[in-house]
């Protein structure tokens, strides 16, 4: 379907990947070597589903790139991306408050790419700040991003609502999952984003009072301060669970040891007990449980130099875009929409790469979408610039 609806026609129409930017070169490289460890080790059938999942992100993502080229393309592609996840995440959440704080561990999660609740929770920890920039939108009336309905009154009241309501059954959802990478991730990034607002003092006068009377009135579910609090326990207080993290992670320096360009994307699990110094004492066949390390042990020594790179890459253009909207002489709303994407998809970044170093998503299109919208808005805001150029040339040729 994702073939025949997209990449295709794309594909007819003239459409293809443009490998001139320096992410999508970046990304285009670690798609090589990935095809490279699949072909040269590879994993049977768990391989090629995989595989063949991966180059379909990677071309969608890509190709995303040569056709989102307006703020109202890209503000309704992060509108709806986020929208799509964070109304399910919401629905989970709202239900454990309404139950008086219920657990939701194994009990919450969709299929696809956010099987399993640690996929969930941090799915949709990342995407909480899509649905900030969305909400932010709708206070954006002259760029025409919305429909006219949304811009004033009851509209635009309403979709404030519905994405306030989303945004705390999404935060409720993280913590009710008992994801504690995810929650605190999210933490992290939520006050990253404080920090990064121009009007942060008085987020944080407003806040830290709304935080408390938050965490006095809404319950939380039973166990879970014990639950948090075993991410800094010692040694020997920790569950079984944060106990085996750092043998999954030994298990893939050890396979990189043996493969240094990788086993292949999907692939550690099948080589899991081959490597497993424990022997079995873990189980078999068990998950490597951190994006980074996944990496490590799939794509090998390039893939991960290829992994911080664009990670770094990433971080780069997000600030340059921020930085270019607040040194802009005129602070309109195209600097305000800017800035808000800026801040949003830094926090996302930040929340997936803190998160994702307690479990395996780096395959999935989430952090591969961060990527190459950074690429878009540094594009669309460049170009911003060179049109205000050709009309001030043109007016001047004029008089």
Same mark, same amino acid.
């Given at each position: 379907?994702?073939?025949?609806?997209?990449?295709?026609?794309?594909?007819?129409?003239?459409?293809?990947?443009?490998?001139?930017?320096?992410?999508?070169?970046?990304?285009?490289?670690?798609?090589?070597?990935?095809?490279?460890? @699949?072909?040269?080790?590879?994993?049977?059938?768990?391989? !090629?589903?995989?595989?063949? %999942?991966?180059?379909?992100?990677?071309?969608?993502?890509?190709?995303?790139?040569?056709?989102? #080229?307006?703020?109202?393309?890209?503000?309704?592609?992060?509108?709806?991306?986020?929208?799509?996840?964070?109304?399910?995440?919401? !629905?989970?959440? /709202?239900?454990?408050?309404? &139950?008086?704080?219920?657990?939701?561990?194994?009990?919450?999660?969709?299929?696809?790419?956010?099987?399993?609740? #640690?996929?969930?929770?941090?799915?949709?920890?990342?995407?909480?700040?899509?649905?900030?920039?969305?909400?932010?939108?709708?206070n954006l009336a002259?760029? !025409?991003?919305?429909?006219?309905?949304?811009?004033?009154?009851?509209?635009?009241?309403?979709?404030?609502?519905?994405?306030?309501?989303?945004?705390?059954?999404?935060?409720?959802?993280?913590?009710? /999952?008992?994801? =504690?990478?995810?929650?605190?991730? *999210?933490?992290?990034? *939520?006050?990253?984003?404080?920090?990064?607002? &121009? #009007? +942060?003092?008085?987020?944080?006068?407003?806040?830290?009072?709304?935080?408390?009377?938050?965490?006095?009135?809404?319950?939380?579910?039973?166990? @879970?301060?014990?639950?948090?609090?075993?991410?800094?326990?010692?040694?020997?207080?920790?569950?079984?669970?944060?106990?085996? +993290?750092? %043998?999954?992670? #030994?298990?893939?320096?050890?396979?990189? !040891?043996? @493969?240094?360009?990788?086993?292949?994307?999907?692939?550690?699990?099948?080589?899991?007990?081959?490597?497993?110094?424990?022997?079995?004492?873990?189980?078999?066949? =068990?998950?490597? %449980?951190?994006? %980074?390390?996944?990496?490590?042990?799939?794509?090998?020594?390039m893939g991960i130099?290829?992994?911080?790179?664009?990670?770094?890459?990433?971080?780069?253009?997000?600030?340059?875009? =921020?930085? $270019?909207?607040? $040194?802009?002489?005129?602070?309109?709303?195209?600097?305000?929409?800017?800035?808000?994407?800026s801040n949003a998809?830094?926090?996302?970044?930040?929340?997936?790469?803190?998160?994702?170093?307690?479990?395996?998503?780096?395959?999935?299109?989430?952090?591969?979408?961060?990527?190459?919208?950074?690429?878009?808005?540094? =594009?669309? &805001?460049?170009?911003?610039?060179?049109?205000?150029?050709?009309?001030?040339?043109?007016?001047?040729?004029?008089?």
């Open positions: 379907m994702v073939a025949a609806l997209f990449i295709i026609p794309c594909f007819f129409q003239g459409i293809w990947p443009r490998l001139k930017d320096s992410t999508s070169i970046l990304i285009g490289l670690f798609l090589f070597f990935a095809l490279y460890a @699949y072909f040269t080790v590879g994993c049977g059938p768990i391989g !090629d589903k995989q595989m063949e %999942h991966f180059v379909k992100v990677i071309l969608i993502i890509l190709l995303t790139d040569r056709i989102v #080229n307006t703020k109202k393309q890209l503000f309704l592609l992060i509108v709806t991306v986020g929208f799509s996840l964070c109304y399910h995440s919401a !629905d989970f959440g /709202i239900y454990s408050l309404m &139950q008086g704080g219920s657990v939701l561990y194994d009990n919450a999660s969709l299929t696809g790419t956010f099987s399993g609740s #640690n996929a969930f929770a941090l799915g949709t920890a990342t995407l909480i700040f899509f649905m900030f920039f969305a909400v932010q939108g709708l002259s760029l !025409d991003i919305t429909p006219n309905w949304s811009k004033e009154g009851i509209g635009k009241k309403a979709l404030q609502a519905i994405g306030f309501v989303l945004i705390i059954g999404s935060i409720y959802l993280v913590i009710s /999952i008992f994801s =504690r990478g995810s929650a605190l991730a *999210m933490a992290c990034g *939520m006050l990253l984003w404080v920090l990064l607002q &121009q #009007n +942060r003092i008085k987020l944080i006068m407003i806040g830290i009072p709304v935080l408390i009377i938050g965490l006095l009135v809404a319950p939380l579910p039973e166990g @879970y301060a014990e639950r948090m609090q075993t991410v800094f326990a010692e040694d020997e207080e920790r569950d079984n669970s944060a106990e085996s +993290r750092p %043998h999954f992670w #030994n298990t893939a320096l050890l396979m990189l !040891d043996t @493969y240094s360009m990788g086993v292949g994307p999907g692939c550690f699990k099948a080589y899991y007990d081959e490597f497993d110094i424990t022997q079995g004492s873990y189980g078999s066949m =068990r998950s490597v %449980h951190s994006s %980074h390390f996944q990496i490590i042990s799939e794509i090998g020594y130099i290829i992994w911080v790179s664009l990670i770094v890459v990433t971080y780069w253009k997000l600030w340059a875009v =921020r930085k $270019k909207a607040l $040194k802009e002489k005129v602070f309109d709303d195209t600097q305000k929409y800017y800035l808000g994407l998809f830094l926090c996302a970044l930040t929340t997936f790469w803190l998160g994702g170093s307690f479990y395996e998503l780096a395959h999935a299109e989430i952090i591969w979408l961060i990527f190459i919208v950074a690429v878009i808005a540094k =594009r669309l &805001q460049e170009n911003e610039g060179n049109s205000e150029i050709e009309i001030d040339t043109l007016d001047k040729n004029e008089n």
